[in-house]
């Protein structure tokens, strides 16, 4: 997520100078110098996770006074249980998870963690609780080792290890000349789309959170490494209460309930055969989906001929 809130070539920066010394967010906030949104109120306790139920209630939120952005959205994500919010560019999913990050205070509405509203804890125990899995992961100029150790600085090599075999990563890290110590980012071994999501789940393995927000790649990935990071995703969920930004239906399909959000608003909410036979917006979006990729097997077969 940290993408979504920093501008690029504040990034950039942040790479160069700072890559040492950064522990988490909240480190980086303060580097930048930029102003917290939100303070944790002076009496704020520690969250205590139980089960893990992720509750919106009635939660209307705008960036911006002349422009509402989320509207009465009200959701539960049971303990354990994967919740897809799908819907159209623009619809609002991002701004659902910042919200739970609380990168941002709500105006109206309560958003509670077992029950705790997420405004009366500390902030630190709130990220601690929650992995995120972003679209697009940030790689810092280190060894892929430190890129994975991210995750839980403490961890051991072993523990770093484990992680990414779990995410599937480690075998494509044994077979480069230096394995784990081989330098990434910038200025060393550029990942590809895939390699950086199964870096990105190893370090949320190693977190070990009871809440992960998933925010699906929108960008093509070819269809085996998607298969291997759908299961990677699968696998880390068990157990754990998942919040999924899907762009692609498939990963939808087993979900507890999918939620379509649109112009801010949940329009449609079930689980996917429910909102197949309702025939609304979810099916038409399916719909598409497999059109498109028909369209696309279609080509592979003409390219083969050719
Ligand atoms: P996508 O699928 O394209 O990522 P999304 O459904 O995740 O879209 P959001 O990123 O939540 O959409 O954005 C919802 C709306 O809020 C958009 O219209 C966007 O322009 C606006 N928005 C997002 N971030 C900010 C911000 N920091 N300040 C003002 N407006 C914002």
């Known amino acids: 997520l940290i993408q979504l809130y920093i501008p690029l070539n504040m990034l950039g920066f942040v790479y160069r100078e700072i890559k040492q010394g950064l522990i988490d967010m909240e480190a980086m906030f303060k580097v930048l110098d930029v102003p917290e949104e939100v303070q944790d109120k002076p ?12 509750r919106f209630e009635d939660v ?3 960036y911006d006074q002349r422009r509402g952005i989320l509207r009465d959205v009200s959701f539960t994500a049971a303990p354990g249980s994967t919740i897809a919010i799908v819907g159209p560019s623009g619809a609002g999913k991002s701004t659902i998870s910042r919200i739970l990050f609380r990168f941002y205070d709500i105006e109206q509405g309560r958003v509670t963690i077992d029950g705790q509203d997420i405004d009366a804890v500390t902030q630190a125990s709130l990220r601690q609780a929650i992995g995120i899995v972003p679209q697009d992961t940030v790689l810092f100029n280190d060894t892929i080792r430190y890129n994975i150790r991210y995750g839980r600085p403490g961890a051991t090599d072993a523990e770093v290890e484990q992680a990414a075999k779990l995410a599937r990563i480690h075998d494509f890290i044994v077979s480069l000349p230096d394995g784990y110590d081989s330098m990434v980012g910038e ?23 009871p809440i992960l927000l998933l925010d699906e790649a929108t960008s093509a990935l070819d269809t085996q490494t998607e298969k291997e990071i759908q299961t990677s995703l699968k696998e880390i969920s068990r157990g754990r209460t998942a919040i ?11 979900c507890d309930e999918i939620l379509v959000l649109d112009k801010g608003r949940i329009v449609e909410r079930g689980t996917h055969d429910v909102l197949l036979a309702k025939g ?7 719909q598409r989906q497999l059109e498109a990729v028909e369209a696309e097997a279609k080509l592979a077969e003409v390219r083969a001929e050719g």
Request: no cysteine; proline share 4%.
């Open 60 to 62: 209307s939120f705008r």
């Open 187 to 209: 200025r060393g071994l550029k990942l590809s789309g895939g390699e950086k999501q199964r870096v990105a789940i190893a370090r949320t393995i190693l977190k070990n959170p």
């Open 280 to 286: 609304g917006q979810y099916a038409g979006m399916w």
């Open 244 to 254: 999924v930004i899907a762009h692609r239906l498939s990963t939808v399909v087993d």
């Open 43 to 54: 009496d704020a306790r520690p969250l205590q996770v139980t089960g893990g139920e992720v």
